[in-house]
C-alpha cells in the first residue's frame, strides 16, 4: 500500500518515520542487553567461573518491576531460571511481577549437592529494570524463625535452667536421635537441662512423615526453615543462635553440639557450675594458626572473596563447644552481616565472635575426638567425637560404672 502512494513528499516521510521507530527499539535492546552483559562480566564471580560452575543450573527470570520502587530488595522465596553456562534469559513484561527463589531448587558444583542458599543473591532495581547482584552477607540467605519451635522445651524462657543442649542433626539421621534419647539425652529430664534437636526441611516425603511421627512422640525437635545440607551448617547454626535468643535466653549457658557426639553431661554441669560467673565467652576446643583452604576441589575451599587473610582466628572446634547465655543475642545479630561461610565453627566461633571481641577459651576436657573407650576416658571427658549408634550406649553404660576408680 506504501508504493501506491503518489505524494513523494508523504512517502518520504512516512519511511523515515519508520526507520526512527526501528532505530529506537534497536537502541533500546542493545542497551539494556549491554547493561546486563557488563553486569554479568563485572560481578563477583571468580575469574574462572565458568569451570568452577559447571554442570550448575539455576533458573530465574528478569522480571520488569514498576519504577519508584525500593532501590534493593532481598530475596527469600523466590522462582529463578538462568543456565550459567550459556547465560540464557527468560524474561516477565509484568511490572507488578517481583523476583522470587525457589528454595528446593538443587544446583550440582563440583558433583556435590548444592541448595539455592548457598548462592547469595539480592535484587537491584535500576530505573524499572530488576537485575541479579551477589550478596555474600549471612543475613541475605537466612530466613529467620522456625517451623517448629518448641518453646515448651525451655519454660519461663529458661529462667532456672543452667544448660540448654541444641544437637545439631541430619533429617535421615533417626537413629542416631533415638540412642541419644535413650543415653545421655536422659538428663534432659532435669528440670534445669534441656536438650532438643535442630533439624532443616527436606524434599523426601516418606522421611518427612517419619519426622512428623517423631515430633509428635518426642516433641524435642526444632525446625529450621533452610535446607538441611553440609553447605547449609552455618544456617543450622545460626538457626540454633535465633531459637536460644527467642525461646531460651535466660538459660545459663548453651552447648552446640552434634548427632555423633557422647556428652558427659554430669562432667559438663560440674564444669558449668565453677564457671558460671564467667561472661563474654566460648569454651570448646581451640584451633590455633589454620590456614583456609584454596583447593577448589576441596570440600572446604574457602575463596578470597570469603576471607582474605592467611590465617583463620583461633576458634573452637564444631562437634561441640559451650556458650555463655550473654554471647548468644550479639553473635546472632554479628553473623548476619557477616559474609557467608560454610565452615560453620570457623565462621561463628572464629570470625564472627573475633569480631566482635567474645573470648574464646581452650579446655581439654572438651575432647572432639574419637578416643579409647575406657571408663576413665569416658568419664574424664566432657565430649567424645565420631560416636556410633551402638556405641552411645557402650559409652553410656561405661559413664554409670561405679566400679572404675578413675581420677578426674
Known sequence: ?????????????????????????????????????????????????????????????????????????????????HNLNNQSISTSA??????????????????SNLTIQDLPLKIVTNSSLAILVHNNSARAIYQAGHDVAVPEKCPTN?????????VTSAPSHIEARTAIRQTWGHFGQRTDVSIVFILGT???????????????????????????????????????????????????????????MFINVPRLLSFIKQHE???????????????????????????????KQKLFPDFTTGPAYLLSKDVIHKLY???????????????????VAHKIGIRRIHVSEFLNKKISYNPCNVQRGISIHMVKYGEQFDLWKKLLDGKSKCKL
Not at 529458661?158 to 541444641?166: E, P, T
Not at 564467667?278 to 576471607?307: D, H, M
Open 277 to 307: 560467673k564467667e561472661t563474654n565467652v566460648i569454651y570448646g576446643r581451640l584451633a590455633k594458626n589454620w590456614k583456609p583452604i584454596r583447593n577448589k576441589k576441596s570440600k572446604y575451599y574457602v575463596s578470597l572473596e570469603q576471607f
Open 94 to 111: 509484568s511490572p507488578q511481577s517481583i523476583l522470587s527463589i525457589n528454595n528446593s531448587t538443587n544446583l550440582q558444583l563440583n558433583n
Open 158 to 166: 529458661g529462667k532456672d535452667m543452667n544448660l540448654v543442649i541444641v
Open 202 to 260: 527436606t524434599k523426601d516425603n516418606k522421611l518427612e512423615k517419619l519426622i512428623k511421627y517423631e515430633e509428635k512422640i518426642y516433641a524435642d525437635i526444632i525446625r529450621g526453615r533452610f535446607i538441611d545440607s553440609y553447605n547449609n551448617l552455618t544456617l543450622k547454626t545460626i538457626s540454633t543462635l535465633e531459637w536460644k535468643n527467642k525461646f531460651c535466653s535466660d538459660a545459663k549457658f548453651l552447648l552446640k553440639t552434634d548427632d555423633d
Open 1 to 81: 500500500m506504501f508504493f501506491y502512494i503518489r505524494n513523494r513528499s508523504v512517502r518520504i516521510i512516512i519511511l523515515g518515520f519508520v526507520i526512527l521507530s526501528i532505530y529506537m527499539y534497536y537502541r533500546t535492546t542493545v542497551d539494556s542487553y549491554n547493561n546486563f552483559i557488563e553486569f554479568v562480566n563485572t560481578s563477583n564471580l571468580p575469574a574462572n567461573h565458568d569451570s568452577q560452575f559447571e554442570n550448575v543450573t539455576v533458573e530465574f527470570s528478569l522480571i520488569l518491576l514498576q519504577k519508584n520502587t525500593s532501590s534493593e530488595q532481598s530475596i527469600t522465596n523466590s522462582s529463578i531460571g
Open 333 to 351: 545479630e554479628a553473623a548476619l552481616d557477616q559474609t557467608y561461610l560454610k565452615l560453620e565453627d570457623v565462621f561463628t566461633t572464629g570470625i
